[in-house]
Nanobody, 115 residues
Framework: QAQLVESGGGLVQTGGSLRLSCVGS????????MGWYRQAPGNQRELVAG???????NYASFVKGRFSISRDNAKNTVYLQMNSLKPEDTAVYYC?????????WGQGTQVTVSS
């Protein structure tokens, strides 16, 4: 059974940086497009960034220029480097397939940005 485990979240001040990691198991990681999603309290889950198996990336407008997604297929891991963090980036961050998140959601990792 496929499993996704996110880590790397924490509490940072405005303007700070974090690097999130997501390790996948039970899937052929290298052939799948992966993405990072987030869900803030009271909001729906939204796509933040995606990366295809070949490395092509795309970003939501609200993180473009600040966040960078990457992957290491040998480690079954996808990363999200988050710079210039803002309070509105506060959310639980998850990884899953893109464009449709077919896999069961992991526990996510909490990112809190203080003003």
């Amino acid at each position: 059974q496929a499993q996704l485990v996110e880590s790397g979240g924490g509490l940072v001040q405005t303007g700070g940086s974090l690097r999130l990691s997501c390790v996948g198991s039970g899937i052929v990681f290298s052939i799948n497009a992966m993405g990072w999603y987030r869900q803030a309290p009271g909001n729906q889950r939204e796509l933040v960034a995606g990366i295809r198996s070949g490395g092509f990336t795309n970003y939501a407008s609200f993180v473009k220029g600040r966040f960078s997604i990457s992957r290491d297929n040998a480690k079954n891991t996808v990363y999200l480097q988050m710079n210039s963090l803002k309070p509105e980036d506060t959310a639980v961050y998850y990884c899953n397939l893109v464009p449709t998140p077919y896999l069961d959601w992991g526990q996510g990792t909490q990112v809190t940005v203080s003003s």
